[in-house]
């Protein structure tokens, strides 16, 4: 729902109040995201299209979001600075926040997602 304004202007909102603070306002990330920080878990990275979020399809990103990365690999212990967001985001919310990001990447990216979904 990349397309639909209202879902995106909704998304844009959810992710100043609840995603920004570590993916940065701008989608940019947080610097070396590639690399454990000092207490070993990977920074934020950006969701921008210097990113791999677009590397993902939207049914792992939703998953991602909603239930964390421990829950999407199998593994409990997985050790994650990224909320969960269970009970505190409804799936709408989730997937408009998910739009709005799709929503700032440029077309080639986009379609690129686009085939992912197609994929499956």
């Not at 070993?40 to 990365?69: C, I, M, N, V």
């Not at 985001?89 to 739009?99: K, N, P, Q």
């Given at each position: ?13 959810v992710y100043v109040e609840n995603c920004a ?8 990330g947080q610097p070396n995201w590639r690399s ?85």
């Amino acid at each position: 729902m990349p397309s639909d304004p209202d879902v995106v202007a909704l998304g844009q909102a959810v992710y100043v109040e609840n995603c920004a603070s570590c993916h940065g306002a701008n989608l940019d990330g947080q610097p070396n995201w590639r690399s454990p920080g000092p207490d070993g878990r990977l920074p934020a990275p950006p969701h921008d299209e210097t990113g791999h979020t677009w590397h993902h399809d939207g049914d792992t990103l939703f998953q991602l979001t909603k239930y964390g990365t421990g829950a999407l690999i199998g593994d409990p212990d997985y050790q994650s600075n990224m909320p969960i967001y269970e009970g505190v985001l409804t799936d709408e919310e989730i997937i408009a926040v998910l739009s709005y990001i799709k929503s700032t990447w440029p077309q080639d990216i986009r379609d690129h997602h686009d085939a992912l979904a197609n994929r499956q």
